[in-house]
């Protein structure tokens, strides 16, 4: 399994915020385990959330000028005074583990305002295509923090899965496949041989 290069990364076009280029080589950075959980101070979104989402809403591998990888996710408000934020992370899977990229595949804290109801952001990865015959697997996983008065009242973190109406897309997956060119068969010459009179 080919580990993959990212070549930059950027707030998806519904998104509010534009992020920088980034062109780096992934050495293998540890793997990460999602899960929700509470610290002092804070408390657990609980699994049965229907409003704490992520998904992979778009994802590009082949036909496309640079493969592509969009990362949507969903976070509900308790009430107007609460600040939203998501922090957007690209993972790869190596040797049946997931590891996070070591540079370029993190958004940042991303501020989504307050509300009265629930929102939603996204966060688009794009790849330098494998070589010829190789593809690698990616996912998402995306933080969630609340805050008020300038301190966090809440912590979670979920990774994609599939199954989410996330707007503006429809599509809605777990995983992304990344893939390089079909590998070229090498077709074996015919030979010719000759036979000398005796």
Known sequence: MARPLLARVKRSP????????????????????????????????????????????????????????GVRARMPADNPQQQLHMRFVAQYRHDH?????????????????SGFVSQESGWNFYFN??????SFVMRGLVKFRWKENGQIVRRATRTTTSGHKA??????????KISGPPARQTVPQQSTSTTTGR
């Open 167 to 176: 707007s503006p897309k429809a599509y809605s997956a777990a995983t992304c």
């Open 129 to 134: 295509e494998p070589v010829a015959g190789k």
């Open 97 to 113: 583990k997931w590891h996070r990229l070591k540079h370029g595949g993190d958004s940042g804290w991303q501020s989504l305002g």
């Open 14 to 69: 519904a998104a509010r915020v534009a992020a920088g280029a980034a062109a780096i080589a992934l050495p293998v950075a540890g793997f990460a385990v999602a899960v929700a959980g509470a610290g002092s101070g804070e408390y657990a979104i609980q699994a049965g959330n229907h409003d704490l989402w992520a998904t992979i809403n778009v994802c590009k591998p082949q036909h496309h000028p640079r493969p592509k990888m």
